[in-house]
């Protein structure tokens, strides 16, 4: 199986987190989500020691709420110290309504306007990542206003290009995130920034794409982000106490994509980043990262029904279900590859060749093609693996269709952490 949270029960069925994932979809329907708590537990703990041990004691992860973001998640990782990257008011406001210490969040985008940043200074967020020139002229003059210092990190783009998808590759010179090491912008922003009255500078911050196999780019990118620390060191005297090496770690979708060891890739950072360091004649500073696929994606799987098998023959089968590109739109914005089975009949080899439609009206509403299956038939359950990140992240309301319910599994037992919406949540709004 793809995961170790995987497995099939005696009576054929898939369990998932060692639940009859055909009970889970009986009890509460489907489209459904599923989240593997003690899965997620256990991922955090994984990259916090693995991070205390490669850099300093108070290095920390920042688990990215874009992956995945709803109160109960945000319960569990408050009990877990967690620290956690906010891209929205919306996300640290959801975290703070689950009794989040938002002074392990930090706080990013590309365009936050007077209105976030007030609220984030409001709400007590540790760290506003600055993306621009801009934000941050406006930052001095709120913090000022508001009588309070604000703690912040420089969003740099080192110009690296991991080799992952286009649309989400964040790193490179060109990207409308950050400010650019190679162009000079960067150590111009330092500058104007160390000059400031009302920000307290703590160090810099870049993310280089997500989905990223190779230890490679990061390692490159600090390499760039400590040579630069280094830079401003000599020029300006400001040593980074802080230096965040974004999120990006990939995971593992399919069988022929590689294993991945968080922890040994950590080691093999922190390795690197030792020698750069003495090299470079820099303190060891607090490192953060921030991962978000890879702290969830494998805690998560989808559980639809099967509504329709056409064959059309000398062409395709096509295995419709009651979700689609509202609950998942990853297939169709970015081809992106998923394992699935058919659930009901779990022991039973793949024997038909699917692609599996949504039930939006749009041909490229697809999950996924050409997947090898068990024959499905109208009323089978089938498990999507894999969807604990960006999917109830992405998800829509297209075609008026209701977002699914979130079911978290935890020792065994099942408990709703997000309700499915009604008919009357998708008017609530409309006068
Ligand atoms: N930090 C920053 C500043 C980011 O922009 C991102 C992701 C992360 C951390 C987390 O990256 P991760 O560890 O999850 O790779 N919707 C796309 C992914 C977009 C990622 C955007 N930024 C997808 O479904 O693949």
Redesign the pocket.
């Given at each position: 199986m793809l995961s170790d949270n995987i497995n099939i029960n005696e009576k054929g069925h898939l369990t998932f987190a060692g639940v009859d994932t055909v009970d889970l979809a009986k009890k509460y329907g489907t489209p459904l989500y599923l989240i593997d708590e003690d899965k997620i537990v256990g991922r955090v703990r994984e990259y916090k020691s693995a991070m205390k041990s490669a850099f300093t004691p108070d290095s920390e992860p920042c688990f990215?709420g874009?992956?995945l973001c709803y109160t109960d998640l945000y319960r569990t990782l408050e009990k877990e110290n967690m620290w956690i990257?906010v891209v929205s008011p919306g996300e640290f406001y959801t975290a703070k309504n689950a009794g989040f210490d938002l002074s392990r969040a930090m706080f990013?985008g590309n365009n936050k306007t007077d209105d976030d940043l007030r609220m984030a200074l409001q709400m007590g967020v540790g760290r506003i990542v600055v993306d621009s020139l801009d934000e941050a002229i406006a930052l001095e003059g709120i913090a000022g206003e508001m009588g309070m210092k604000a703690s912040v990190l420089l969003r740099l783009t080192p110009g690296i290009d991991p080799h992952t998808l286009k649309a989400?590759n964040?790193g490179t010179v060109d990207s409308k995130f950050g400010v650019a090491i190679e162009t000079g912008d960067a150590e111009k922003l330092v500058e104007k920034v160390l000059g400031f009255k009302n920000i307290t500078l703590y160090g810099y911050h870049c993310?280089i794409g997500?989905?990223v196999f190779d230890c490679a780019p990061f390692i490159e990118a600090s390499d760039r982000m400590l040579g630069f620390s280094a830079d401003i060191k000599e020029k300006y005297g400001f040593e980074a106490p802080e230096i965040n090496l974004?999120?990006?770690?990939a995971v593992k979708y399919v069988e022929s994509d590689p294993e991945i060891s968080y922890s040994k890739n950590i080691a093999e950072i922190g390795e690197y980043i030792d020698t750069l360091l003495e090299k470079l004649s820099l303190k060891k500073p607090r490192i953060f990262m921030?991962?978000?696929?890879?702290t969830v994606a494998d805690s998560g799987m989808t559980l639809y029904t099967v509504g329709s098998v056409k064959c059309i023959k000398d062409y395709k089968n096509y295995v419709s279900v009651d979700g689609g590109m509202a609950d998942n739109p990853?297939y169709a914005l970015?081809e992106?590859p998923y394992t699935l089975i058919n659930a009901s009949y779990a022991d039973k080899a793949p024997d038909f060749k699917a692609t599996v439609g949504g039930r939006c009206c749009e041909s490229g509403d697809l999950i996924q093609e050409r997947v090898g299956l068990f024959r499905p038939e109208r009323g089978d359950i089938l498990a999507v693996c894999t969807t604990g990140?960006?999917n109830f992240s992405?998800s829509s309301n297209y075609n008026r269709l209701l977002r699914p319910a979130l079911v978290t599994l935890s020792a065994g037992k099942d408990r709703i952490s997000v309700k499915r919406q009604t008919f009357e949540d998708l008017v609530r709004n409309d006068l």
């Amino acid at each position: 199986m793809l995961s170790d949270n995987i497995n099939i029960n005696e009576k054929g069925h898939l369990t998932f987190a060692g639940v009859d994932t055909v009970d889970l979809a009986k009890k509460y329907g489907t489209p459904l989500y599923l989240i593997d708590e003690d899965k997620i537990v256990g991922r955090v703990r994984e990259y916090k020691s693995a991070m205390k041990s490669a850099f300093t004691p108070d290095s920390e992860p920042c688990f990215a709420g874009k992956a995945l973001c709803y109160t109960d998640l945000y319960r569990t990782l408050e009990k877990e110290n967690m620290w956690i990257d906010v891209v929205s008011p919306g996300e640290f406001y959801t975290a703070k309504n689950a009794g989040f210490d938002l002074s392990r969040a930090m706080f990013h985008g590309n365009n936050k306007t007077d209105d976030d940043l007030r609220m984030a200074l409001q709400m007590g967020v540790g760290r506003i990542v600055v993306d621009s020139l801009d934000e941050a002229i406006a930052l001095e003059g709120i913090a000022g206003e508001m009588g309070m210092k604000a703690s912040v990190l420089l969003r740099l783009t080192p110009g690296i290009d991991p080799h992952t998808l286009k649309a989400i590759n964040t790193g490179t010179v060109d990207s409308k995130f950050g400010v650019a090491i190679e162009t000079g912008d960067a150590e111009k922003l330092v500058e104007k920034v160390l000059g400031f009255k009302n920000i307290t500078l703590y160090g810099y911050h870049c993310h280089i794409g997500s989905q990223v196999f190779d230890c490679a780019p990061f390692i490159e990118a600090s390499d760039r982000m400590l040579g630069f620390s280094a830079d401003i060191k000599e020029k300006y005297g400001f040593e980074a106490p802080e230096i965040n090496l974004g999120g990006g770690m990939a995971v593992k979708y399919v069988e022929s994509d590689p294993e991945i060891s968080y922890s040994k890739n950590i080691a093999e950072i922190g390795e690197y980043i030792d020698t750069l360091l003495e090299k470079l004649s820099l303190k060891k500073p607090r490192i953060f990262m921030e991962p978000g696929r890879s702290t969830v994606a494998d805690s998560g799987m989808t559980l639809y029904t099967v509504g329709s098998v056409k064959c059309i023959k000398d062409y395709k089968n096509y295995v419709s279900v009651d979700g689609g590109m509202a609950d998942n739109p990853r297939y169709a914005l970015y081809e992106s590859p998923y394992t699935l089975i058919n659930a009901s009949y779990a022991d039973k080899a793949p024997d038909f060749k699917a692609t599996v439609g949504g039930r939006c009206c749009e041909s490229g509403d697809l999950i996924q093609e050409r997947v090898g299956l068990f024959r499905p038939e109208r009323g089978d359950i089938l498990a999507v693996c894999t969807t604990g990140a960006y999917n109830f992240s992405m998800s829509s309301n297209y075609n008026r269709l209701l977002r699914p319910a979130l079911v978290t599994l935890s020792a065994g037992k099942d408990r709703i952490s997000v309700k499915r919406q009604t008919f009357e949540d998708l008017v609530r709004n409309d006068l």
